[in-house]
């Protein structure tokens, strides 16, 4: 089996992208693990079947690509260039699904509303999400409670028995470290698989784990220059129940951060819900202070909405503390509530699934 650089693989199926046979999909948020997983899987795929055109897809505009800023970081290290990838933007996704493709999902397990219709086409799935039991009949359908799917990737390629080449070395490990937060129990995210995965790629990659993970990390909470919008599209995902369209967001800095950069903050949020027509917006803050630690902001349209949530979100295992009197915006502007979070291994992944909403 020829040996073929992963540059040379990513360009070479880039240009091919319209007869693309099988199109690898990360989750819409698009964080690091939907993205480097992608490409992992891509082409660990590729290098089984040369003959295939296998496409990573980055499920983000290419403009925002940028505000991944951890991704932007880890892809530089990993020495993979942005012109080399293909992004949900520069194709039109309803061409790609021809009779012929198939989808591959990776850190999701369930499509994305505006996806659905191609839900016929999913074929594998290789996740870490709460299995939503869908897709029974996919193959491979790998989907364990693990810190990262990119340390299910890992194991793919030790299971094919395929050597891990540097570029995505670099990108699994930088995931898998910023994903478990460095391995560490206390934040109850590792476990074997990632510690197992994670220390057969180290020695592959450009400089120790504690350097590794301090410098991704310090990229996953540089803020500077983004607005109040930026931080709440920076890791966004939306929901839609029969009657509910809801949001969350996982902004990287406390309450207190984000208040000193935009006094104003309120208005962003408004106009955030209001583009995307939304009912409710959470946005679950993690930070460090020193330790990792996590606030939540409750916004919703009306007050009953707003009552009823922060009860619910009360009575979960969340331990809320409010640090700031609910406000109530702008005659029909909708109303907002900031908790401090004393529970900080709830996130997004483990709160959505309980919060019920109807
Ligand atoms: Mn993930």
Sequence with gaps: MPNISVHTYLAAVKADRKSATMVMLGNESADLDSMASSIAYGYLLYRQSPGETILPVMPIPRADFKLRTEAVYVFREAGISLDSLVFFDELEFGELMNADTSLFL??????????????????????????????????????????????????????AGIQIPREIATLLAGTILLDTVNLDERVGRVTTTDSVVVRGLLPLCPMGREEFFNRVQREKFNVEGLSTIDLLRKDYKEFQTESIRYGISSARLS??????????????????????????????????????????????????????????????PLELIPVEAARQLPEGKGFLSFYHQGNSRMSRKKLQPLLDLK
């Excluded at 505006?114 to 790998?142: C, M, T, W």
């Design 255 to 316: 309450i207190k951060q984000w208040g000193a950069l935009d006094s104003n903050l309120s208005s962003g949020f408004v106009r955030f819900v209001e583009t995307r027509n939304l009912d409710i917006l959470l946005s679950m803050n993690s930070f460090a202070d020193p330790c990792f630690a996590r606030d939540l902001i409750v916004y919703t349209k009306t007050k009953e909405a707003h009552d009823l949530l922060c009860h619910r979100l009360r009575e979960l």
């Design 106 to 159: 990776l850190d999701h397990n369930i499509l994305a509303p505006s996806l659905e219709q191609y839900n016929a086409k999913v074929f594998a799935i290789i996740d870490h999400h709460r299995d939503e039991g869908f897709f029974s009949k996919a193959e491979p359908r790998i989907i364990h409670d693990v810190g990262s799917t990119a340390s299910l990737v890992g194991m793919e390629y030790h299971k």
